[in-house]
């Protein structure tokens, strides 16, 4: 090949590789698709090992949504990855809502209460908010009344709701349902663009604190 057509080429394939480039920008953005945290927030991982957090509330019609595709998602997370989900304790309700994620945690009631109680919300039209309508529940789920006074009215349980609020404040949370990765990388559908795109992100992010 000629000198001319070896600056022809080289230029072709610096036009080619620019346009490729504005076609198929930088799939996910700090800023735009996620948020990188000044400051790490805590997690319980172990050496060697990643948390993902899921934020939710109860009465979020979104998070009901988006339960079941997380659940699925976390199960097939690699050995190094943990998830855990956290109450975010915005609003009246949202203390409340987070009282009950941990009263049924101290009970050791599991998935299965945890997919109930957002069924009696969404799909009942039960607010649950109330303590006695609370009460009523878990005692619904089998749990003796004097089992469920004891775990909700516990020092414990007001802990673990303190807790999951200086967390949410530490991931700067905003909304929900949202993922905070790593105690580094915190982001929602708003900025994803939807439930998958956000899992997708929390993948890339997952694989960037590994590096």
């Not at 230029?11 to 945290?37: D, K, S």
């Not at 805590?42 to 019609?61: D, H, M």
């Not at 409340?96 to 009942?124: C, M, N, P, S």
């Not at 802990?159 to 949410?168: I, K």
């Amino acid at each position: 090949m000629s000198r001319a057509g070896l600056i022809l080429a080289l230029a072709a394939g610096l036009i080619t590789a620019t346009v490729a480039n504005a076609q198929f920008p930088a799939r996910y953005v700090a800023g735009e698709h996620y948020t990188a945290l000044e400051a790490s927030a805590p997690t319980r991982a172990e050496a060697g090992q990643l948390e993902v957090i899921e934020f939710f509330v109860y009465g979020c019609s979104h998070c009901y949504e988006f339960d079941p595709m997380v659940t699925e998602w976390a199960s097939e997370l690699a050995d190094d990855v943990t998830f855990r989900r956290v109450p975010a304790t915005f609003g009246q309700a949202g203390p409340i809502y987070a009282r009950v994620f941990y009263t049924a945690k101290a009970l050791d009631l599991g998935q299965a209460f945890h997919e109930a109680f957002f069924d009696g919300i969404h799909q009942a039209g039960r607010r649950l908010v109330a303590t006695d309508d609370i009460r009523a529940f878990f005692v619904e789920q089998g749990v003796a009344g004097e089992a469920f006074d004891e775990a909700f009215n516990s020092e414990a349980v007001d802990e673990r709701v303190a807790n999951a609020t200086r967390l949410m404040r530490a991931y700067g949370v905003t909304a929900v349902p949202s993922l905070g990765v790593a105690g580094r990388f915190w982001t929602n559908p708003r900025q994803t663009g939807g439930y998958q795109p956000m899992l997708d992100t929390a993948d890339f992010l997952l694989d960037r604190a590994r590096d």
